[in-house]
């Protein structure tokens, strides 16, 4: 596998298939690690930062963690494969635009691991899987990560735990992260109030692509913001069995409500969308992924047919922008990149008819 075989199709984390997969994208978990012995990247010297890259490259692949991996040095990759891995939540957009650091990825076959060497912290590991399944995901990153350390030493303290970059991952190092489409809540004006409510359970409420970023066609990140004084097994039981099973029966009694009180509304919302997308002549990412949400939901209550799931997630990847130059083998400015979305969008959905 090559970045190039990347835009051909989408990761497994976005099949759509999993334990409550109509309104859980995905499950992600990530554990921070560092090098004892070595200061944290921001102090590091060049040397440093290459011996701790030589050094985790070295134990991914003999730990046999890096067996099914390509391994993609950042340093080599251009500017739009570096997004393209950002837009597929391979890497992080620190990761990408970190210019001048010796880093690099190994990416799994399926795209369900991948393994960040001098991110943020020298090594950061995440897993990932469609619908929700952090409890599975926990335990394979446990091995993960007891193979990588039989090989090197991390920077650990009996009384904090691992030791981090950001003090707000110190402790266990672990970020449980649950992406959710919610556009039900937003149709009747409840998702503050659910947002708010994650927000005094002490959960990050992010966008797309993390942090940074803003929520964008009503995905949303949901993730934990604490780390120190808690398990990881009940941090992830938490969120597998409490929290994101709340905020997945919110979700549902509003689809449920708008389908029973404002039906023609929503339908007419969700074909509206999909003839946007079918037609337009000109089309932002920003606004590509706004009718996607509504086409999703559409097709998620059985109430629109013309498309499936697949072709939605699909479009989710190949219109965003990186991806889109990728297909094209081009770069393009704003105005142009609109252009060949909708090109693109009217193309692939002609199928449709």
């Given at each position: ?16 298939e ?43 692949a ?14 080599q ?26 880093r ?27 619908g ?13 990560d ?59 409420v ?47 009694a ?43 939901m ?8 013309r ?19 990728k297909m ?26």
């Open positions: 596998m090559a970045i190039n075989d990347l835009t051909k199709g989408t990761g497994a984390w976005l099949s759509g999993g334990p409550l997969a109509d309104v859980v994208i995905s499950s992600r978990v990530r554990l921070a690690r560092n090098l004892a012995g070595y200061d944290f990247l921001s102090r590091a010297s060049e040397s440093d930062k290459r011996k701790i890259y030589r050094t985790l490259s070295d134990a991914i003999e730990s046999g963690v890096g067996r099914d991996c390509v391994f993609i040095d950042m340093e990759a251009s500017e739009i494969d570096r997004q393209v891995l950002v837009e597929r939540h391979l890497i992080s957009k620190q990761h990408a635009d970190a210019e001048g650091n010796p690099g990825v190994a990416v799994s076959a399926g795209e369900t691991r991948s393994l960040m060497i001098n991110e943020e912290d020298h090594l950061r590991i995440q897993v990932l899987r469609s929700l399944q952090l409890e599975q995901l926990w335990r394979e990153i446990d091995e993960v007891d193979a990588i350390e039989r090989l090197v030493d991390y920077a650990f303290d009996s009384r904090y735990g691992y030791l981090t970059a950001c003090p707000t991952n110190v402790g266990s190092g672990i970020r449980v992260s649950v992406m959710v489409h919610l556009p039900a809540l937003k149709l009747t004006q409840e998702i503050e109030r659910v947002l708010r409510a994650a927000k005094d359970m002490r959960l990050a992010r966008g797309l692509y993390g942090e940074g970023t803003e929520a964008t066609g009503d995905f949303f990140q949901l993730s934990n913001q604490t780390t120190l004084g808690v398990s990881e097994a009940d941090l992830v039981r938490e969120f597998s069995r409490t929290i994101i099973p709340k905020v997945v029966e919110y979700e549902c509003a689809r449920e409500l708008l389908a029973k009180e404002r039906a023609h509304q929503l339908d007419d919302k969700i074909w509206r969308a999909y003839g946007t997308l079918q037609t337009a002549r000109t089309m932002s990412s920003e606004e590509t992924l706004f009718h996607l949400s509504h086409v999703r559409g097709v998620n209550m059985r109430r629109f047919s498309t499936d799931l697949s072709t939605i997630n699909e479009l989710f990847l190949h219109c965003q922008p990186a991806h889109l130059q094209i083998g081009e770069r393009l400015d704003g105005e142009h990149r609109s252009i060949a979305r909708a090109d693109y969008l009217r193309r692939r959905l002609a199928s449709d008819n």
